[in-house]
């Protein structure tokens, strides 16, 4: 191949090297600093200058509008090259919102309002759009999508779940097609074929767990981590054929939607890829493992930490482990191999609770994501944990894998030459995202004045007390024709409110784990007159519930939190399920000082606030709102920690796997 074909294959597919971020070494100290700087860059009048690009936007929109399509899509051709080099506030920026605009008018019957507009102007700039539920945001996904795809870069949008990745990828393909762009959606379903030729597409809708392991999947196939120019020339001259060529075209740009839960509550548990290689499957190994933990005494032989979840022996466990294993073969001769064995086995007993952390379908134990009520597919726990608890349930024993390769999501997602996001709450851990992945906030207003009422938070001493005031309060609701919907954090507590609806002969839907394929079905029909649903706290999310006939003359959907969350945040996004784009609605919590959240963090202050006669009304609200914010404190400060430590194990684990290297 000439000089000058190299340089023109360098100029038309510089997006086929496996670019990405080299990560770069810091400390407490850069960090510190980064987050310092976040909370004061809140303070600077970002919004002037999105108010200024939002008029030049609508300054090219008639010129815009008044293209063929067939001129549409040659105007945004020749965009390209002038993208290339563009600033984010540039003329060429606004022209190209002009033209997703008008395209979107065409093929959906929607255009981008001016607060959306706002909202891709500070996505395209690297930062998180904090944006209230139901304003749009995977229409205002498009501008900075289109714009960064024009500009020859591949586009990554990372949603929650594979529901939602196909649905945004279909409903948003026109508006891209009429820009001469394709959308795909990657899915978990589809074979790696399938899955390469989705990241082929200029924009690709995927969930941020097959995104990790996709990445992961590449590392693996890419030994030695290639540099650019490696790959470029395996390209040239056709090497690529000795292996299956990456999933990825490498890590771009991607826009985070949902971005707190991903980026943050999503933030602890690393993503790990295992094969062939581990301990096989022996349920007799497990069993003596349990039944050995359950001769042990809680604070004698052994101390929980429930927080992080984790186990310690005392002197005296370790004993009582050594004795009883004293006759017992193979791995139980170890003292490191038993205790640890032993260890896991208590957390499976004492830590990992049957419809809260996991449930039992079809035989097999499925972890449940404690953020979202939804279950893992594929997933399972480390080390014997997975094993002991399937045991313990009495399941078919699994085979425990070797791990082949890990990454948090801190790394994965700053390796992105380009990050942006977007949420309806973020602006809490705004100062988080700004030290991890270097996210700044920026809040857009709403498109219509937000109409939620907030009725308080209601604490009672006792868990049943609280049950029976969710039910008379879903009661008198649904006598008036106000559709409700009750938030829960577990699928036990959700069916055990079912029952008690049940008894009540109050009709309801309910979803948790056990029904995530109908979710999106049943969270669309939420608002429906006297219509009650009972979900685990994040299901649904992403889905708009919109109002029934006559439902906003009944005071819209109310929404109950039943349990606080460890973050206040996401209490606020369930509340955001009320009250979308300027409807009425209304919320409130109905929480109990028998609830975890209390128990784990603020076990003192909850003793002293039920003390004293079991009165049948609920905690005095001043009193309410301090022990909320205690325990919600301490619970957000446990978290942060446990998120950082995650990434600082990561970084040293980095130096001896495969797939580690400089990101060249």
């Not at 038309?12 to 770069?24: F, G, I, L």
């Not at 008029?55 to 945004?76: H, Y």
């Not at 030695?224 to 395996?234: I, K, N, S, Y």
Request: proline share 4%; hydrophobic share 45%; with cysteine.
């Amino acid at each position: 191949m000439s000089e000058s074909a190299l340089s023109e294959l360098c100029a038309t597919r510089a997006r086929s090297p496996y670019a990405e971020r080299a990560d770069a070494p810091e400390g407490a100290l850069e960090r510190g600093l980064q987050a310092a700087a976040s909370r004061f860059a809140r303070f600077l009048p970002h919004a002037r200058a999105a108010e200024k690009f939002v008029a030049a936007v609508d300054a090219e929109q008639p010129a815009a509008d008044g293209l063929t399509d067939a001129r549409l899509t040659a105007a945004a051709a020749d965009l390209r090259a002038p993208l290339l080099r563009a600033e984010p506030g540039s003329a060429a920026v606004a022209r190209a919102f002009a033209l997703v605009r008008a395209a979107a008018r065409r093929s959906l019957g929607q255009a981008h309002y001016p607060v959306q507009l706002m909202g891709g102007h500070y996505m395209l700039s690297g930062a998180l759009a904090e944006m209230p539920t139901g304003e749009g945001k995977t229409l205002t996904a498009t501008l900075p999508a289109a714009v960064m795809a024009l500009a020859g870069k591949p586009v990554h949008i990372v949603t929650v779940n594979d529901y939602l990745a196909e649905r945004d990828a279909r409903w948003m393909a026109p508006v891209f097609a009429a820009l001469g762009l394709r959308a795909a959606a990657a899915l978990h379903a589809q074979e790696g074929p399938q899955r390469r030729a989705a990241y082929a597409a200029d924009i690709t809708y995927c969930t941020n767990k097959q995104l990790g392991f996709d990445y992961l999947r590449d590392r693996l196939a890419l030994p030695g981590r290639p540099t650019r120019a490696q790959l470029l020339l395996d390209e040239v001259l056709g090497a690529r054929g000795a292996g299956p060529a990456p999933l990825l075209r490498g890590l771009h740009f991607a826009i985070v939607d949902e971005a707190d839960s991903v980026l943050i509550d999503e933030a602890r548990t690393p993503l790990i890829i295992s094969g062939a290689g581990g301990a096989a499957a022996d349920a007799e190994l497990y069993a003596a493992a349990l039944a050995i933990a359950r001769t042990l005494e809680a604070g004698t032989d052994f101390t929980l930490d429930a927080r992080a979840r984790r186990v310690a022996l005392r002197d005296a466990g370790r004993a009582r482990v050594a004795a009883l294993a004293e006759r017992l073969p193979g791995v139980w001769a170890s003292r490191r191999g038993r205790e640890e064995l032993v260890g896991e086995a208590l957390a499976a007993l004492h830590l990992y609770q049957r419809d809260t952390h996991y449930v039992v379908q079809d035989g097999k134990v499925k972890i449940v994501d404690e953020f979202t009520g939804r279950v893992f597919a594929d997933r399972s726990w480390e080390r014997g944990l997975h094993q002991c608890v399937e045991v313990k349930e009495a399941c078919g024993t699994s085979a425990r894998n070797a791990t082949l390769a890990r990454v948090t999501y801190q790394r994965l997602f700053r390796r992105y030459l380009r990050l942006a996001g977007m949420s309806g709450t973020a602006w809490e851990v705004g100062p988080e995202l700004a030290a991890v992945y270097g996210l700044a906030v920026r809040r857009v207003p709403p498109h219509r004045p937000v109409q939620r009422k907030h009725l308080g938070v209601f604490m009672y001493r006792s868990a049943a007390r609280r049950w029976q005031a969710v039910v008379d309060a879903v009661a008198q609701c649904s006598a008036r024709g106000q559709p409700v919907l009750v938030g829960t954090r577990s699928v036990a507590a959700s069916e055990h409110l079912g029952r008690l609806l049940a008894e009540r002969n109050i009709a309801h839907a309910l979803l948790n784990a056990r029904q995530d394929a109908s979710e999106a079905d049943i969270v669309e029909q939420a608002g429906q007159a006297g219509r009650v649903t009972v979900a685990t706290n994040m299901a649904g999310r992403g889905t708009d519930i919109a109002l029934g006939a006559g439902v906003a003359e009944c005071g819209g959907l109310h929404v109950i939190l039943t349990e606080l969350h460890e973050s206040a945040r996401i209490d606020r996004q369930l509340f955001g399920r009320a009250a979308r784009q300027g409807d009425p609605g209304s919320c409130a919590a109905m929480v109990s000082l028998e609830d975890e959240i209390f128990q784990r963090h603020a076990r003192a202050a909850a003793a002293a606030a039920g003390a004293g006669q079991d009165q049948p009304e609920a905690i005095p609200a001043r009193i309410a709102a301090a022990l909320q914010g205690l325990a919600q404190y301490r619970a957000e400060r446990a978290a942060a920690i446990e998120r950082l430590a995650t990434l600082e194990s990561d970084r040293q684990l980095d130096r001896t796997l495969a797939f580690a290297g400089t990101g060249e």
